[in-house]
């Protein structure tokens, strides 16, 4: 009979080598899901953290590549388990994926705390999955690789392509303004999504799955690979192998992986990329985790000196595919490191460095992947950090996706205190807007929405797009879709539900937006301010129950991650009190 393994000093054998009644609870009802003894002898227990679901259209796929992942476990001498964790997806869950991000977060540190686990293999792909489950792993920190489940094929539509997210912005407002019909749109709707996997623009899950391998917590490569690929399952099974590996070897766990140099490295990544606002948040808040202190000046700071590299929509022409064809983000990086920009040292779950692994990386397709000498954009086309009196704790702005003659712009605030509110209003041609106004948002930031929704790229008003106009200065405490553009001001801190200064403004209040100084202000006096501030009163509470509520009276600000203020940090692997 096979040995219970009681002295391998990994947490597993907690559970699965204990003597008595507990051990024997503990394997007799795993023997019962078919296992023979031989799982039990003290080999590496791997988690397998799947966010598969049909809800999250992305991430539906994920049960094949658990299946790969298993296989390489397996292969290097481990005892893969498969378990569900909550599943975020924006394209259907309202009123915001973003607003259980943390909550998902909880679920997967608490279930990799819970149970018989070494190590963890972290299944991902929509937006918010990948961040929430970088979250949770960092707050266990055992030893752990992310997969994402990588973008979808090309859209094709009318013998061009077309891309996830950009082109639903872009050809639904061509509608609006009579220059597309409903079923030119209704045919583009069933040419944009033609195969498995997330968005496959520049937008938030492939821009974090390439954060998550500038990170270095996940394999070389694997961003880029497209979910109908083969080379998807190999890395998949890659990451099986190498987890067992980083099991017997003590690591690396994920803060001796995701330290200060490897946040730098994952800022300038975005720039180069053309990636979305929406990395700001998350890295923020995977940094909170491991107790790596970032500022919004940092991506400021690092991202102004670094030019856009990658020609992709919703920032450039191209797609994921072509992304993969030019050899993905091992490129990049090889890029920023020739150019003295990459800390080459950070470690990474390979086991290599930075440097050792994008070492030798070239493009394939030039026209995708520019060289430093000639790129898309030039260095500060990357993600601007605002302040001002309308903004004093920071907004952000995508440059490259904003139009270049509005990036220097002062106009009449038009003002609106709900998202339903404006969609109304816009479609009416009494509604009284200008092309050079400014519309802003507000209300719709963490406490406010609930949730800070992909929201403050506001359709045009009607009559707007019928002029031909096709961008105006949009100003939120909101968030946008990473597949979104335009000229668009993010992330207003504070939010207008905590008392921000987004909460006085009036509409015909001047705005002065200036991207060049860093500014986002209103004209207007501070004694006038003060006078708005002494009559306003906060909003009705969005929600007295359940996790609406504990989200709301606990989360913290965008440019603070929008995490919950009591999960930053990390309380570690340590196993928990026996149940018998």
Same mark, same amino acid.
């Given at each position: 009979?096979?040995?219970?393994?009681?002295?391998?000093?990994?947490?597993?054998?907690?559970?699965?080598?204990?003597?008595?009644?507990?051990?024997?609870?503990?394997?007799?009802?795993?023997?019962?899901?078919?296992?023979?003894?031989?799982?039990?002898?003290?080999?590496?227990?791997?988690?397998?953290?799947?966010?598969?679901?049909?809800?999250?259209?992305?991430?539906?796929?994920?049960?094949?590549?658990?299946?790969?992942?298993?296989?390489?476990? /397996?292969?290097?001498?481990?005892?893969?388990?498969?378990?569900?964790?909550?599943?975020?997806?924006?394209?259907?869950?309202?009123?915001?994926?973003?607003?259980?991000?943390?909550?998902?977060?909880?679920?997967?540190?608490?279930?990799?705390?819970?149970?018989?686990?070494?190590?963890?293999?972290?299944?991902?792909?929509?937006?918010?999955?990948?961040?929430?489950?970088?979250?949770?792993?960092?707050?266990?920190?055992?030893?752990?690789?992310?997969?994402?489940?990588?973008?979808?094929?090309?859209?094709?539509?009318?013998?061009?392509?077309?891309?996830?997210?950009?082109?639903?912005?872009?050809?639904?407002?061509?509608?609006?303004?009579?220059?597309?019909?409903?079923?030119?749109?209704?045919?583009?709707?069933?040419?944009?999504?033609?195969?498995?996997?997330?968005?496959?623009?520049?937008?938030?899950?492939?821009?974090?799955?390439?954060?998550?391998?500038?990170?270095?917590?996940?394999?070389?490569?694997?961003?880029?690979?497209?979910?109908?690929?083969?080379?998807?399952?190999?890395?998949?099974?890659?990451?099986?192998?190498?987890?067992?590996?980083?099991?017997?070897?003590?690591?690396?766990?994920p803060s001796e992986v995701?330290?200060?140099?490897?946040?730098?490295?994952?800022?300038?990544?975005?720039?180069?990329?053309?990636?979305?606002?929406?990395?700001?948040?998350?890295?923020?808040?995977?940094?909170?985790?491991?107790?790596?202190?970032?500022?919004?000046?940092?991506?400021?700071?690092?991202?102004?000196?670094?030019?856009?590299l990658v020609d992709l929509?919703?920032?450039?022409?191209?797609?994921?595919?072509?992304?993969?064809?030019?050899?993905?983000?091992?490129?990049?990086?090889?890029?920023?490191?020739?150019?003295?920009?990459?800390?080459?040292?950070?470690?990474?779950?390979?086991?290599?460095?930075?440097?050792?692994?994008?070492?030798?990386?070239?493009? /394939?397709?030039?026209?995708?992947?520019?060289?430093?000498?000639?790129?898309?954009?030039?260095?500060?086309?990357?993600?601007?950090?605002?302040?001002?009196?309308?903004?004093?704790?920071?907004?952000?702005?995508?440059?490259?996706?904003?139009?270049?003659?509005?990036?220097?712009?002062?106009?009449?605030?038009?003002?609106?205190?709900?998202?339903?509110?404006?969609?109304?209003?816009?479609?009416?041609?009494?509604?009284?807007?200008?092309?050079?106004?400014?519309?802003?948002?507000?209300?719709a930031g963490p406490r406010?929405?609930?949730?800070?929704?992909?929201?403050?790229?506001?359709?045009?008003?009607?009559?707007?797009?019928?002029?031909?106009?096709?961008?105006?200065?949009?100003?939120?405490?909101?968030?946008?879709?990473?597949?979104?553009?335009?000229?668009? $001001?993010?992330?207003?801190?504070?939010?207008?539900?905590?008392?921000?200064?987004?909460?006085? $403004?009036?509409?015909?209040? $001047?705005?002065?937006?200036?991207?060049?100084?860093?500014?986002?202000?209103?004209?207007?006096?501070?004694?006038?301010?003060?006078?708005?501030?002494?009559?306003?009163?906060?909003?009705?509470?969005?929600?007295?129950?359940?996790?609406?509520?504990?989200?709301?009276?606990?989360?913290?600000?965008?440019?603070?991650?929008?995490?919950?203020?009591?999960?930053?940090?990390?309380?570690?692997?340590?196993?928990?009190?026996?149940?018998?």
């Amino acid at each position: 009979m096979t040995r219970v393994g009681s002295d391998t000093g990994r947490r597993s054998a907690a559970w699965f080598g204990s003597s008595g009644r507990t051990g024997f609870i503990y394997r007799s009802w795993v023997r019962a899901e078919g296992f023979t003894p031989e799982v039990f002898d003290g080999r590496p227990v791997i988690g397998i953290a799947s966010s598969e679901s049909e809800l999250t259209p992305c991430n539906s796929h994920l049960g094949r590549v658990a299946e790969a992942v298993k296989r390489g476990v /397996w292969q290097a001498g481990g005892f893969p388990l498969e378990f569900p964790t909550m599943s975020l997806g924006e394209t259907l869950l309202r009123p915001t994926a973003m607003l259980y991000r943390n909550l998902m977060a909880m679920e997967v540190e608490e279930s990799l705390r819970a149970n018989p686990l070494d190590g963890v293999v972290l299944l991902s792909g929509c937006d918010k999955t990948t961040p929430a489950m970088l979250m949770g792993a960092a707050s266990v920190d055992m030893p752990a690789i992310l997969v994402t489940g990588g973008p979808m094929l090309r859209g094709r539509w009318h013998g061009r392509d077309i891309g996830s997210g950009t082109d639903v912005w872009r050809l639904t407002e061509e509608q609006r303004a009579g220059r597309l019909s409903a079923e030119d749109v209704l045919e583009a709707e069933t040419c944009m999504n033609r195969s498995n996997g997330h968005c496959m623009t520049m937008g938030t899950a492939s821009t974090m799955a390439c954060m998550a391998e500038a990170l270095g917590m996940s394999l070389k490569g694997s961003a880029a690979v497209p979910a109908a690929d083969a080379g998807r399952l190999r890395i998949g099974q890659l990451a099986g192998q190498r987890i067992v590996e980083m099991v017997r070897s003590g690591g690396p766990r994920p803060s001796e992986v995701m330290t200060r140099d490897a946040f730098e490295n994952a800022i300038r990544a975005n720039a180069a990329i053309g990636g979305s606002t929406n990395a700001v948040i998350h890295l923020v808040a995977i940094a909170g985790r491991v107790g790596v202190r970032l500022d919004l000046e940092d991506f400021d700071q690092l991202a102004g000196e670094v030019p856009l590299l990658v020609d992709l929509m919703p920032s450039g022409s191209w797609l994921m595919e072509d992304f993969y064809d030019a050899g993905g983000l091992p490129v990049v990086l090889a890029e920023l490191a020739r150019a003295g920009m990459l800390h080459e040292d950070a470690g990474t779950v390979s086991g290599i460095s930075m440097g050792e692994q994008v070492a030798g990386s070239t493009t /394939w397709r030039p026209d995708v992947v520019h060289p430093m000498a000639d790129p898309v954009q030039p260095p500060g086309s990357g993600t601007a950090v605002l302040r001002g009196n309308l903004c004093p704790d920071g907004a952000v702005l995508k440059v490259s996706a904003a139009s270049p003659h509005l990036l220097r712009h002062r106009g009449r605030a038009v003002v609106f205190d709900s998202l339903e509110d404006y969609l109304d209003k816009s479609e009416s041609d009494e509604l009284d807007v200008a092309a050079d106004d400014v519309l802003v948002l507000r209300y719709a930031g963490p406490r406010g929405y609930p949730g800070m929704p992909e929201v403050g790229n506001l359709p045009l008003p009607a009559k707007i797009l019928r002029d031909g106009v096709t961008d105006m200065v949009r100003i939120s405490d909101a968030r946008m879709s990473g597949t979104g553009y335009g000229t668009v $001001v993010l992330h207003v801190a504070p939010e207008a539900a905590a008392g921000g200064p987004l909460a006085l $403004v009036r509409t015909g209040d $001047v705005v002065v937006l200036d991207v060049a100084a860093r500014r986002l202000d209103i004209e207007v006096a501070d004694g006038e301010l003060a006078e708005r501030r002494t009559a306003w009163s906060p909003p009705a509470p969005v929600a007295d129950r359940g996790w609406t509520r504990l989200y709301v009276d606990h989360v913290l600000q965008a440019n603070h991650g929008c995490d919950l203020d009591f999960l930053v940090g990390s309380s570690g692997d340590g196993v928990p009190r026996e149940n018998h």
